[in-house]
Structure formats: structure tokens, C-alpha cells
């Protein structure tokens, strides 16, 4: 007799306190903003047509372009939020107003553009190309390593063995990567958030629903979710302006969903996030986490996946928040859990990454979704020759970098926030 369970039970054994990983908490809604950009939401009236390259459509538009002035986005005159008409955002991609968080990330991205177009008296499109290859080196050189296990990440953005790669469709977006493998940044979710000096927010409070951002909920210093090697963000372009903020973490990539992921506002309904990723697994008709990685395994390069990457199926489901379950095994894992449990049991959880199942799947979509972007950063290239293309701006990104301790990271997150709080404050 097959082994049954249910979707409801499990959703609740996954639903957990958050445990704290060694991620920047920014980095969740940096993925989310990924997300949006590459994979079309179930909604058939979504305003722009969605393609599976990461070209910034969600930020840009595809004939659904953000109002602009001239080559400048346009945005509020405090450049605190997006620009609005009756609450709701001007935006191509409206789920980038979805929350206060990934809205501002949103913002921050406008901004960079409107320096380029402001300082280097860049056109709209010139600005586009290089606020576009930026994103990209960032989620190449910052984002990925973090995310993924190291041996994948060297097989796809260092080796580049494309005959080892999966060779996903990234054509039509893979169901495996939109609703399971890129869903982990749900468990990196926290549940409550710092945005300035008001103190933590619970993240319920967080959800917007065609509104502006409150005073109380815009970002004051984004060193609070992306950080570097010191403890002090420079606030505004005063000599001594600083003062000490600690950069919020995110949830481990595990099996534990913050419960706050169970009743998220929307407009008219509350959503239990983690039982709608396990129902839209099974309505895709993704297989089992053990049956997909068996296919990894007797597929072509299956050998070099178990002897080089050290690939190999999970045994037992081990004392834990899921072991409780009654009818789950192993063996009918849905795919979202295996490949949160795999990430768990990745290195004993020590890592905080994907496992190599769930890293093969990000890395083989993201490096599709990258090369196949025009325009698109050159995977192997070195951030410099980027930013030497960008002026002062990117040469006030390369000085962050460089006053940076060494930590392996040419270019990350924190040394582009610091040039638009530097260069642009509010």
C-alpha cells in the first residue's frame, strides 16, 4: 500500500520559529525580486508578459515602461517610494509592491539608474543596459555563491562545463525551479524585520495593499540587510554621520517556515504561504524529491553528479519537525521539502546553502536566464570592467568594494547601497 499524507499536516510540521542563518536578511527579497523579473505569476491579467530572462522587464516594462521625465525614473520627491497614483504603484511589476521591503529594494534600483542618467548623463537605454548587467554581476558574483553549494557554483559560473550542466527548458520556466527549487527563500523569510530606528515590525505588518510606504516603515540605512565587514553605515554625506547598525540575518534555508508565512494579508483573503507552495507543487504534478533526484542520477552526466558533486539521495527523513508527519516518507516527499531537507542535511546545515540537487536546478535556470538576456554581463568577466563603464558611479562602487576587508566578494549588494546613500541621500 502506497503511503499517503496531507498537504494541511505538513504545511503545520513546517511551520516553525525561524532559526537564524548566516545570510544577510536582504538577500530574501533580492531572490524575490528574481522571481518576479522570471516567473509569471498564476494570475492571467498580469499586466506585462513575463519571460524566463533576467533582463529587468519588472523593473523597465516590456511596452509597459515606468513613467519617466526624460531618461529619469520618476519617484517620490523624498525618493523614499515609488511613485503612486491613488495608493497604487507605477510600476510594470505590480507584485514588486507586494511588500514594504522588496518595493524599496525596487526603489533602490530606480535610483541607481536615475544616477547614471544624472551623473554620467547617460541615455534611458545606456542607463538600462548598465543598471541590467549590474543586477547580473551581482547575482553571479554576491547572491549565488551564498545560495549555492560551492561545487555547483564552480561547475556553472567558474568552470562553465556546459555538456555537466541539466540543460533545464528554461524556455518555458521549469516547474521544478518556479515551484519548488527557488521557493527556498521562503524559509529564509524572518519573522519580524528592523526597517530604521522604530524598532522590529512583525512581518504581517509588512504587506501592503495599494498604499504608500508609512514614515514608520521606510528604510533608513540599508546596512540593516545588507552588510560588509563593519558594523557602521554612513548615513547622508557629512563628515562623521554614522552610527552603528546591525545587519539583520535571514532564516536558514531549511525546513522551517516562520509561522508568520501562515496568515499573510492580501487584498480580501489571507494566504498560508507554505501550504499554497505545497499545493502548487502537486497541481504542476512534480515528482517526489527522491524520484527527481534518482532521475539526476541515472540521467547522462548521473555519474559525474554522484562521483564529482557528490550527489546522493536522502535515506530517512531524521527527527525533526517533519518526522512526524503521518504517511510522509522519504519517498513521497514533495520536492519544495526534500529540497529544503537536502539543504538541511547539506554539510549537517553548517553551510546555510542549497543542497546539490537544489543548487543544480538555480544554477542551470539562472545561468539560462542570464546568457540568454540581452543585454547580458559576461558570466566570466571581473566586475571592474563593468563599473569602469559606469563613471563616478562606478567608481564609488569599486572604492566600497575595495575598502572591504577581503571576503571573497568582488562586487556585493552593500557596496551599491553605500554609493546611492553616498551619492544620492535623502
Known sequence: ?????????????????????????????????????????A??????????SLNLDS?????????????????????LDLLRRDGIARIPEPRNDENVIVAQLHLLWQRIHNLLVTCEHFTFDEARDRVVQLFQAVII?????????????DLYFKQAATSRFLRLDTGSMPAVFSRAAFRFGHSMVRSSYALNEHGEQPLSNLFLSNTGIPDQQKIDCWQRFFGSDQNTAEVGIEPGATFEVETQKAGRIDTKITSEMTRIQRPGTRVDITAANLKAGSDAGLPPGASYVAELLASPNGSYYREHLALKPLLEIRAGNLSHVRGLTIDNMPLWPYLLLEA????????????IAGSL???????????SSTPSYNRAGNPDQLLGLMGDVGAQIR????????????????????????????
Open 141 to 153: 558574483h554576491d547572491y549565488l555563491p551564498q545560495i549555492l553549494a560551492p561545487a555547483v557554483y
Open 43 to 52: 494570475a492571467s491579467d498580469h499586466p506585462r508578459t513575463v519571460t524566463s
Open 361 to 371: 536546478i538555480v544554477a542551470d535556470v539562472l545561468y539560462g536566464s542570464i546568457t
Open 59 to 79: 523593473l523597465y516594462g516590456d511596452g509597459h515602461t515606468a513613467p519617466v521625465n526624460g531618461d529619469c525614473f520618476l519617484i517620490q520627491d523624498d525618493r
Open 399 to 426: 572604492a566600497n568594494a575595495r575598502s572591504r576587508s577581503e571576503d571573497g566578494r568582488t562586487i556585493c549588494m552593500n557596496d551599491i547601497t553605500r554609493t546611492v546613500e553616498l551619492m544620492d541621500p535623502t
Open 344 to 355: 538541511e542535511s547539506f554539510n549537517d546545515g553548517s553551510s546555510g546553502s542549497l543542497g
Open 1 to 41: 500500500m502506497v503511503a499517503t499524507f496531507s498537504i494541511e499536516e505538513l504545511a503545520r510540521a513546517m511551520s516553525s520559529p525561524a532559526h537564524g542563518g548566516h545570510i544577510d536578511a536582504g538577500y530574501t527579497y533580492l531572490g524575490q525580486m528574481i522571481s518576479h523579473d522570471i516567473v509569471a505569476p
